[in-house]
């Protein structure tokens, strides 16, 4: 395990990296989208599908997401946090409808995010769009980049993880309060979606923000999921 440098300012310009109060004024102004867009386009997002999907914050939240995907995975070796993440992901369709979708994964989805392969992520809703808010935007990203990343390793991540932390998922991940932010997709029951799939990708959420469950009885199941985790995500 290599302990990654964190980039907070990615493109030589500072922009946070989402879910912390230091976002606050970095958001919705003409030179932050802008630069937004560069840090999306370096890191090898091409955007598509229905074009009037991809909102100022949205696209904002998503720059705000490879920021700190990146800057987990960085080396010395990656420049920018941007670099570290096309060099993980090697380049990534997200389309705002069902353009590119894999009808097998994501068909007749009207709602959400479907990953239906390593490059390619869809998304139909986002939490917070309703409040459009950027900062609950984020997880809901972080969560199909997780899909994405386990598809990039043939579902090795998913496969490899012990069913009680699939059961217990709750003990080492944060709860929702309020909205849908740590937890992504608690509801999967097995029935046409994988348990161990969806409780990797939110573990991929507690990993990237560093963002587990608090309580001091947990201590050890969350040192045993972080311990397990950082054989895929340093
Ligand atoms: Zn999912």
């Known amino acids: ?11 030589g310009h500072r922009i946070c990296e989402g879910n912390d109060n230091n976002c606050k004024g970095w958001r919705d102004t003409p030179s ?13 997002i091409a955007l598509g599908g229905i074009m009037s999907g991809w909102t100022d914050q949205r696209v904002t939240a998503l720059a705000w997401v490879v920021s700190a995907i990146g ?10 946090a941007a670099d570290a993440f096309r060099r993980i992901y090697g380049g ?4 705002w ?12 989805l009207k709602s959400g995010g479907c990953t239906s392969g390593p490059n390619q992520i869809n998304f ?19 969560h199909e980049f997780g899909h994405a990343y386990d598809h990039s390793l043939n579902m090795g991540p998913r496969n490899g993880m012990p069913a009680s932390f699939v059961y217990e998922r709750d003990s080492y991940l944060r709860s929702n309060d309020g909205g849908v932010t740590w937890q992504q997709n608690n509801r999967c029951n097995g ?3 994988s348990m161990q799939g969806e409780a990797f990708a ?9 963002a587990w469950n608090t309580a001091s009885a947990n201590a050890f199941v969350v040192m045993v999921v972080k311990a397990w985790i950082g054989n895929w995500v340093p």
């Open 202 to 210: 939110d573990t991929f959420i507690a990993s990237v923000y560093d």
């Open 97 to 108: 409808g069902d353009e590119g979708a894999d009808p097998k994964v994501c068909g007749g």
């Open 1 to 11: 395990m290599s302990s990654p440098l964190k980039y907070t300012d990615p493109m």
């Open 124 to 142: 139909w809703s986002l939490t917070g769009q309703w409040d459009n808010d950027e900062f609950d935007m984020t997880p809901n990203f972080v």
């Open 32 to 44: 932050t989208i802008w630069l937004a867009r560069q840090i999306l386009k370096r890191a090898g």
């Open 92 to 95: 990534t369709a997200i389309n």
């Open 191 to 193: 029935d046409g979606c």
């Open 71 to 80: 800057g987990k995975f960085a080396k010395s070796i990656d420049p920018t």
